[in-house]
């Protein structure tokens, strides 16, 4: 899969038009620091940015980037089309063009020295990384809520986590993977492996998806247990099955597969693991 690809999960979609605005004068730091990673299941946000009706645009844009719908018209009638269908959910450009629009009408204008970069709220690197950071954040989530399933974790209670897309500049994922299995306390192999061909895989209710995702370990990383976790990263997972599992280690034949959590258990006792950290 690619991550610009729609995955219209009804759950993830549900989790996002279910949080509330939340503005805030917050840098992302102390959004991380004085919130939680709760915080973030319940609130949609943006750091250092206090303007409702862009949060709210931006909350609207994202959730036709992840849902288009289908309507039908009779002028697209053809007969390879004979029910006129047309997609009319957004694309990152229109999204992005509307955002810009949105802070216009807000009244906003960005300090002269920061037009243009991260910490201008209306430019276009700011708008992408709001944009497609919170898209794939929501498919993320969607792909963890649809996997806590018992019948899914009995077949497939493994995943694997791998690049999705190429970036210009890679981070080295294979040592945050030893950096995060080793705050586990698991040797390698319990639980999460690195197999001969440098493949990056763990049982899905393993501590290692807990600390892949830690900005405590990571300074870019996003405070979650599901994909991208950190910003930019171009990673993903997928499905590891059970025949699989057993024949890298990470089970024995009759192992019981890892047990379903719904969301808010598995962001509490990561919070409390990431305060452990810190402390």
Do not use: C
Not at 178 to 197: F, K, N, S
Not at 239 to 249: L, M, N, Y
């Amino acid at each position: 899969m690619t991550l610009d690809e729609n995955h219209p999960f009804e759950a993830a979609l549900k989790s996002l038009r279910d949080k509330k605005l939340f503005p805030t004068t917050l840098d992302t730091a102390a959004i991380r620091q004085q919130l939680g990673a709760t915080f973030h299941a319940q609130n949609f946000t943006s750091a250092q940015n206090n303007l409702v009706t862009t949060l709210d645009a931006f909350k609207s844009r994202i959730d036709s980037l992840l849902d288009p719908q289908i309507e039908q018209r009779a002028d697209r009638v053809t007969p390879e089309n004979p029910q006129g269908n047309v997609t009319t959910g957004l694309n990152e450009a229109k999204a992005r063009e509307q955002m810009k629009e949105a802070f216009r009408l807000a009244g906003y204008s960005p300090n002269p020295d920061d037009a243009g970069t991260l910490k201008d709220l209306s430019g276009d690197a700011r708008i992408n990384l709001v944009l497609r950071t919170n898209k794939q954040l929501a498919q993320g989530e969607g792909w963890w809520l649809q996997g806590q399933n018992a019948a899914v974790l009995e077949q497939f209670p493994a995943q694997e986590l791998f690049r999705a897309e190429a970036r210009a500049k890679e981070r080295d994922w294979l040592s945050r993977w030893r950096l995060a299995g080793a705050q586990t306390g698991d040797p390698i192999g319990t639980g999460w492996t690195i197999t001969p061909d440098g493949r990056l895989i763990a049982l899905k209710d393993h501590d290692i998806w807990n600390w892949i995702g830690s900005s405590e370990l990571f300074p870019d990383a996003l405070d979650v247990i599901w994909p991208p976790f950190a910003f930019n990263s171009g990673m993903w997972v997928s499905d590891v099955d059970r025949d699989e599992a057993e024949e890298i280690g990470l089970m024995d034949k009759g192992d019981a597969a890892p047990k379903p959590t719904n969301i808010i258990s598995a962001l509490k006792a990561f919070t409390e693991k990431i305060s452990a950290l810190a402390a």
